[in-house]
């Protein structure tokens, strides 16, 4: 039997497959009798599952387990879809399939990794395409690049989330290099690609979105510098002042002290990619909340853990324009 | 003799006419003798001026004079021009036309006020175009708005910065909502084109930038949503909710309450227009200063006053290119 | 049988009324049998309920209901009253009076606007006496103003609290005046009386105390005002100085931007509003934790949300006086 | 001939006596002549005065000269008073009174102590009472508190300034005990009175307005603090409960710990005397910032130390209400 | 039978003593009987206890119980201690030896004490000896000196923990003065000695670590400074400039005003005692953290409340140097 | 003749040396004359010179002069050194030593540097000591190394700075390695030296002390890592996690993110650093700043830039002691 991702569980259709599980409980029945119920997930949404004629004694023996194995029949009640189990037991760990429990960026990240090399070959500089050529010709690098989430939760918290966040910022970029003709695109577009770089040895994210030892203890920003440091020692004419430059680009794109860059923006291509950076993380993580209406009421989102408030969801852009 | 601006001063010319003057001093040459000497600015530039065997008396006669009427002639001294004095005076009122002495955006505010009625036009919510239309009908209003600087020291400190500001961000949300699809292109647009025209009242702008009585008291964040109020009233159909949702807009686009938003941006199109507008604030402060090589030095600018730190002027764009 | 608010609940007496319902519990008396216990609260207290020989069946047949409607008598046990359950079951909507529920200010919400009249007719100025007079001709208004609470939870977070908070506020600026005769009284007692009045929109007080959409978009500071400019609409002889000083005073008057307040306060009367407003919201809110000795401890009120510390109860004055 | 004060200077007034002298300088005339300007001052203003014929001799003369003997003439220019000086010199030690070029509060000290007097004799508490009459019966410390500003430069910052501040803020406590008869009057009363009494210690104000040795190490915090310890360490019966929050009063008054406050206010009493005592300051503080024309412009007021902002100066209360 | 430490316990060992109880719960054994577990307690550490064929009537009568005397038998199961119960119940007030449940510093607080007096004995200035030698020789002080914590929970927050602290910081003190041979030996070191002092009248440490309201109001910062007034009352040759300065050093040991020092450190021994006991307070809460393998995880300390972060175990040093 | 520095110029000496020059004036004698007077200056100190029957025209000589040749003679006025000239003229840049002018810390650098090299002996970790041996027989870092300042104004301000403050607080670390057994030695002794090697980069101290465009863009807390980097890349057996440790020493020794460290410390040998070596840091501020009696007054130093705020001077430890 194939596995059937939870938001495209239909009534009627018989379940045995690998779920994550939460919210276990035994609840009593107006009947008086005992049932167990629980929150079936995947990266995909949540359905609840009930269990009849359930004891404690489940509740115990699915105590330690994170991820279940389940039989049973989805059927429809009050309108709400939900699994009548047959049989759970804690899942083995060689049936847990991890892929399916991550979220993932909604873009493909092939196709993104494509908009990026395209736009790194737009590069004059010679030095800076150069570089940009050897990480791009890294298949390990390339490979995690391709991956790596953005963040462990404040946004683009997806397993692809940094090269969709990378490359909106490129298109960022390339749009606002037509608005500032005095910045110099190839300084900027470099910065853009490169800035968060050092995210793909700042965090783990096979299991869930964590941080590695590396990552607490350096910090993707200096980690990112590092990376280039590696790369450039193979290029013995790569110009010193264009090293500092970039070096500046990435270790400042943070904007200020408290977030920690160790250096303000002190360069027009610093400061451009400080904003677009941000712009970009913003955009996204208001977005994802305002769009998940699970969260939140109607009228407003749950708390955003990096803006530290509510965000309102306002009237739809369709209906405005046809009133 | 008609007006000659001081960056077309050439060597030879004889000139007739009223300048600001600026660093008056008696020093005395080596032969022993005395001359006066001072700086002749407009807003174009400045020159530096010499009358010879003059004394304190001069000084004293010109103590309180901001303007001076000057005859003299244009002649190179060490490959740089200045100005040997004839005579110099303190000009009379009817003699000074103010126009010479503010700075001056580079755009032509009548071509960037039709940017912004054009893309008013796009606007397809009926409510928010007819009232971008009632602004923009309103001559005495349009007047002020392509005169206004944007700020009176900070960013697009020159008669028509404002319409300049607002039109560069305009255009970068045009940009933006490519990017960003979700974002309600209605709101944000008229967002832009109404977030600082408090400012057309909160900056007096006829003889130096300075603040209104109005502007210091309720300054031009309110200031905005007031004259909006005004409008609404005569369009008894404007829906109360899309008034609350661009009174937001308005009122949140500075982004942090210590930047003087009584309401944090909590809806996408407020916080897109507030990063909209910071990142042109800044990306004209700071190449204005980069630009600028008769302050700081051949590296770096002077301190920015809106961002508190020097810029690194870098190595032009066509440099790195070419290498 | 009338209804009987929890703090006037005698031993003997029949019950047979609405609560809220809180804290609802299962548990095992010490000869094995179960009952349920819960507590009863209206406005004025909590008293707790026991109900012998019930099980979770109860429990889960109550889950939803935060009114429940109940027959019982009240007796006392280790000198606490408490109510012996006979029935218990969810209280229909029809049933609830919700004014009940919800706190009220210890004053006559009547009383207090009459001295704020009788303070608006001692105002001198005509344009302001105008002014407040087409507010208190407004019985929609008055109505608000009579029934707001002052905050949601920071201080006089009760029915009527708003006016109590706003008569406070004025005969403290009555007796302020006294003592510095610079201050402008028309304009501080006016920009007193009209400070909060944005409240009557920004907050939701019908079930709880919540924020209106409205509220959470553009606030009560810069509503307030907005509230005022409809007013001002009507009277054409307004003076536009008089006006700008009167904004200033409502704007500013949270005193720093980090409260909200887009202006600082820059005139006497609106650095004076800004005290007394303070004062009077803290000694309230300190006053009523002291007196509330269901919580903290002895010695010290809970922690003060708006104050963010805890407060000494202190010995009283009597006490002190007549050692 | 008796010392005339600046304010009382009148045209065709022989002087001969000591001033403060500020701005010297030797300037030319139309006609070539050089001559002496200098302004002369005491607490009461200034006055330009002029010596014709003069030369850097003198100037060089009076270079170290705080204080000049001036013979000379009042006259009238063009509406001004100056006086044309007949002699000038450095005044001898001897011949200057200190006195007179302090300024002074407006308020009389001995009316404003025996004010607090009897606020004091109407406290009940024994032992508060004794611990004030302890104080009051000092005369030594009498003297030093109806002499010390309230400040160097914030507030009050006159002779005599402190028993302005603490008499006035006394009137406002018995006010606001009115207002709120919850208050510990006692305690409030007393910790008025006492609050700024460290002054007399941490202020030098003989010369000028500086601080001691002693207020810069331990400040007037705790300083004030110390002073009620050796007072109460002769009353063996006080309770030490009624110490411990009367040290609380004192020590929290600055309300923040930025502002030096080792404790924030954790009782009414403390709470009540820091607004009081922050609001008379700053009253004050603004009151003589509008009133004092002769800086800052028509509207507005020079920047304030202690607020950092400028005031508006506005309308006249009078004016207002005859409109 | 003598009382057992949780460190010490033994397989096979029989129980019947008081233990402090926490995490009491009834759970459902995999064969469908009920047991009872909880967490026995003392402080060196912590044991978990079951309970076979136990009901909710036991976790009633144990609802209140912070103490319990038990009977039982440690036991091994999958290698963890666990001590299986005979019998529970709560113990009465008499059994209950409370410094059994307080943590305790690793040293010899005699020790320890010994170590300041030697130190003091060093001091070459006569006046500040004898300060020091009135306090050693208060038998009371000295009693809560050996006793007293050093916080309620940031740092040495043990039986002990103060007089460990300060006689570590005196060490410090001792080493550093070899380095920097200008700064004041005496001062310095009676600073460090005196400058928690007021700590045995701001914590309360008999039942449990607290504040009392002494400590509240007034707090150890000034209630140091008062203690040592009161000896100096009794030494009339005490310089006042010696005692302004010792008063400085402790009132400003803070550091920050934010921390509750009403003055910053403005001479080199005020600043040296800010430093070592910043340095002494910090390196020992997170040595206690990284040697508490108990919280955390394998590479990380739980989140420290003093720091706000946490911290990283990293490799042992003895493994490091022996590669 | 050999050049005198300017502390051990005698009355009746001759002299014809370069002098740093400033204060340049011309003055009016009681006589008449006019005089020429200006502070000569180098390394050790300022002495006033005065060259009689001087003009405007030597000033308009000098005006560019920041150095100048002198010939002159020595001689006792008022008790006061001072140099009468002779003749004085723009030095020529190849007479300008500037050694001379920059000030030198007052330890060896060579012994200083001995001393780390010691304490690099003394590492028993061979990784980490072959770091450190690669940088000490790195014969052009070392030159630098010794010669380099370590801050341009707040603290170790002078040629040698730098290894000054290395090796003091290398001394410290040594001392508290003591008192702290748990620390890892090893790795804290290396943090210390390396942790600011990054401003032989960042600074420039060959004329005056300034920042490098490397030093701005990247800083030293960067630098430094990418210094390691260098030397790490030569040593392939070096442990990745000791690398990490490393780092993130130097990345956090500033403490704060505000102060530039974009990660906080998290080890204790981080910790331990970044005490250590602000209190180094502080301790030569403060003491360089009180021992300096030519600026501040007779109780207090100037303002110092690093702690805003001025030092009390206090009384001398040697009169203490001996009272």
Redesign the interface.
Known sequence: MPVTSVNELKPGQEVDQVFLIRSKQI????N?SRYFTADLCDATGNVPARMWDA???L???LAEANFVRVRGRVELYREQTQVILASIRPAPQEEIDLERFLPHSPYDPQERLQKLKDLAESI????LQALLRAFFDDDEFVGRLTRCPAAVAYHHATIGGLIEHTA?TA??AE??C???P??????LMTGVILHDIGKTRELAYEQAFTYT??G????H??SG??MI?DRV?EMPDF????L??L??VI?SHHGE????????P???EA??LH??D??DA??EA??RA??DTSAGDE??TEQLRMLR????R????AE??T?
Do not use: C
């Open positions: 609840r009593t029945a107006r008086g004891s404690e004694v509740l115990e023996a004059t500089n010679p030095h909106s298109e960022l749009l606002i037509q608005q500032y005095q910045v110099n695109r190839d300084m030892v590396h607490e203890l350096v910090g920003v200096v510098v590092l440091e020692r110009p010193p002042e264009l500092d430059e070096r500046h270790l002290y408290e977030f920690g860059s160790p250096k303000l002190m360069t027009r400061l451009a904003y677009l941000n712009l913003k955009m208001v977005t305002v769009e009228s407003w408030r509510r965000f309102y306002g009237s739809s852009p405005e324009s009133e």
